[in-house]
């Protein structure tokens, strides 16, 4: 059974930051493109960073460029995502998703384009 599973948000201060984690079950997570995404209250779902197969290639959202850094560990099966200078506006929901199985991307993936989802992990960002 594919599974995919987030953890590591919080609440932080402005400045702050945090690590968070995608630990995949049933499946190899290095086969597949992983993309970072959140919702915030109130808004639609966007990108934030992916990281794709075969090359590693990394892409990030313009708004978190220089703060956030995405990682995978193939032999935890698991992808990180590190982010540092919180700000309030990144204040949402975060999840991960894997898009289709060997799909190689050269830019940050739409959220419509990933195929399966975690249940999200909840960051807050405040003083």
């Known amino acids: 059974q594919v599974q995919l599973v987030e953890s590591g948000g919080g609440l932080v201060q402005p400045g702050g930051s945090l690590r968070l984690s995608c630990a995949a079950s049933?499946?190899?997570?290095?086969?597949?493109?992983i993309g970072w995404f959140r919702q915030a209250p109130g808004k639609e779902r966007e990108g934030v960073s992916c990281?794709?197969?075969?090359?590693?290639?990394?892409y990030y959202a313009d708004s978190v460029k220089g703060r956030f850094t995405i990682s995978r560990d193939n032999a935890k099966n698991t992808v990180y995502l590190q982010m540092n200078s919180l700000k309030p506006e990144d204040t949402a929901v975060y999840y991960c998703?894997?898009?289709?199985?060997?799909?190689?991307?050269?830019?940050?993936?739409?959220?419509?384009?990933?195929?399966?989802w975690g249940k999200g992990t909840p960051v807050t960002v405040s003083s």
């Open positions: 998703a894997t898009a289709a199985l060997y799909m190689v991307v050269t830019r940050l993936l739409h959220w419509d384009e990933m195929e399966y």
């Open positions: 049933g499946f190899t997570l290095g086969d597949y493109t």
């Open positions: 990281i794709s197969t075969f090359y590693g290639s990394t």
